[in-house]
């Protein structure tokens, strides 16, 4: 016995030995010897023929290997570096030379903060920060950010909008791993249909930022990254629920079927099962909806460097709002006076990309980017009725070429077509009354983008894009983006640029819907929207707090200045919601302050502070303050984590300051108010459990319908609002991830 147990130890040390658990990271190595880490590098495992995938941040880890394991990181456009892990190591890095990506890489030091590379202000929600609060969707990612704010379109749908440089969130490029998405049809709800546990993290830059992606950044792009086909989760699943009696379900599965094939299948069910009337107005503080939603993402990959990434997406959203009693028969409905809204919403993409390296060194490399979407949005709103039809193509090809350190070229075409059946329907002025908005949009463009880097100190980038549009003719859009480090501590940003965006006048503005006024569009309505942006920001990292990278003081100044926008104005006529194009100037002015400091282990403090001046003309009223545009917002966010992430508290303040109001409204500005967030996570193997509360003081916005009594009237109005329309909200949720053996 005493022998068989020598040898079983034997054999357990053995075996130790020789299945050891390795981490590592990929980094970029620049010019002047620093280094930045490589989001999602690919490492291929030799004697396994196992492909991995790096997290964010760069990093990956092996669970166990044998006596020797030869691993070879790569990154499309840039050279591969090879480390040969023998027994006894447990740890080594990757440098990778070059820089060009298929996809762009988004560099951040840490899990959130601010890119020091980037030659564009870059803010980053990484997927930790998405856990800080419930994040349901890409609509309740924003709450610790002062750049963005999330309000609701209206008191009926529940559609959320963001604003950014006080600006719609139309104005905003929406894009999915650098594919633009969320336009036209999709755009009301779409912040709605991204799971925030489906993504790996978020990337905020302000202003016009590259021309690659075509021309419709006026105010900014924000970027979402999902999970990978290579993630170590063949098991993901998160549920939650809320007092105001909504349920959601996300689960995610990744399998590797070879080194060079694997997968990612992600679904999501939610509902808000039951209707509530909290403020006694008669009708629904939230709709009634079932959402259902899935993608499927697969990677080819090869280790020549060659990937093929391919995708596609489902998305079913039916709604029920309005009145208490409405029901989804709108001719009952209105045969009983009652005033009711049904939406729903049913998509599917498609997309292929596919990066070609040109060369061994991955010096120069081709990306192709290909995309499809249908989308059908049918409606009714108590007397008005909208359905609309969208079908999208999108192709874009790219070829880059690193010609040496200093300099670095890209250059492609892009086609895109959109095909919009659309018909709006007012009862009150007649069975037939509304426009017929359908048409086809197609456009073919040319771009060109050099950048010049100097190690750390120098990034300039200049770009062009040159569009020629079936309908609008010719658009010539200029950028330039220019980073400048005085010292490695204190870094200059500034950039200029044109955009261009063609509104959809219904889905833009779907609270116009939502009013008992009649919609006039003006007949000579030209729907392409031209603007101009400016802005810059220093950043001053100071060298206090735990961790001194991570301690900076930013400053941000921006400016948009409008050639042509398509006008919503409310304040034309008491019965009317007037739609035209701007005569006279439109502006806005934002300065933005951030702060952010680790006073001491595992406590991090984040204070931003955001103020605009908007300016807009008017019929009949000149230039006056735009409406419905938030002065300014403050944010404080505090997070401690105990030793070990076994219990993290999360805490977040926010004050919002006036809003000018239209004139019907009873106070000519809406008043400053708080709203209080809180979390708590506690965290076992492989599973988090959370519970946390929203607008903790209960603070919303009374009277947010006008003429709730009296809805099938003129004076009827549910598209005004300027705060939260629910009270406190408390829930509870659980993550559970089953990581590969």
Known sequence: MKRLLICLTFLSLAATALAQSFSGSVWYRKPGGSAEPLPFAQVYWLEKSKLLEADAD??????????????????????????????GVDKADFYLSGENEVDEAVVTARTEGLSRIKSVKTEVISAAGLCKMACCALAESFENSASVTVGYSDAVTGARQIKLLGLSGTYTQMLDENRPVMRGLANPFG???????????????????????????????????????????PLFVQLYGSNDAMLEANVVSAVQFSPKWSTILLTHVGS??????????????????????????????????????????????????????????????????IWGSNIVNDGINGYLKVGIPLNEENSANIAMVADFNHHRFDSFFGLKDYNGHQDSYFLNVIYQNELSDLHKIEAGLTAKSDKFDQKMVDRLFGPSKGPDMSYIESSMAAFGEYTYTLDDKVTFQGGLNLEYNLIHGWLFAPRVNFKYSFTDDIIFRALGGRGFRCSSVFTDNLGMFSTGREIRIADDLDTMEDAWTFGGNITFYLPFGYEEDNTYLSFDYFRNDFVNQVIVDQECDSRAVCLYNLDGKSYTNTYQVDFNVDPFERFNVVATFRYTDARVTLQGQGLVERPMTSRYKGVLNLQYTMPMSKWIFDFTAQ???????????????????????????????????????????????????LAADNPFSQGFNASCIWGPLMGAKFYAGLRYTLWKM
Do not use: C
Not at 191 to 211: C, D, F, R
Not at 286 to 301: D, F, G, K, T
């Open 58 to 87: 760069g990093r990956f880890s092996i669970s166990s290997y044998g006596q020797k394991a030869t691993l070879v990181a790569t990154y499309v456009g840039y050279t591969r570096d090879t480390v040969v892990v023998t027994p």
């Open 272 to 337: 808000t099962a039951m209707s509530m009337d909290n403020n006694e107005d008669g009708f629904r503080d939230e709709p009634e909806n079932l959402q259902i939603n899935v993608a499927n993402r697969w990677l080819y990959y090869d280790p020549s460097g060659v990937q093929v990434r391919f995708g596609w997406r489902y998305i079913n959203d039916n709604r029920l709002g309005g009145q208490m009693s409405a029901t989804k028969d709108n001719e009952w409905n209105l045969n009983n006076r």
């Open 191 to 233: 912040l709605s249909y991204v799971p925030g546990q489906w993504l790996e993290s978020i990337q905020i830059a302000k202003g016009p930022s590259s021309v690659i992606n075509g021309l419709e950044a006026i105010t900014g792009q924000i970027n979402m990254e999902h999970r990978k086909p290579t993630d170590e989760t």
């Open 655 to 705: 004050i919002n300051g006036p809003m000018k109001l239209p004139y019907f409204m009873d106070e000519e500005y809406s008043p400053v108010y708080p709203m209080l967030y809180a979390q708590v996570t506690r965290k076992f193997k492989g599973l988090d459990v959370y519970v946390g509360g929203e607008n903790i003081t209960g603070f919303r916005q009374q009277d947010a319908i």
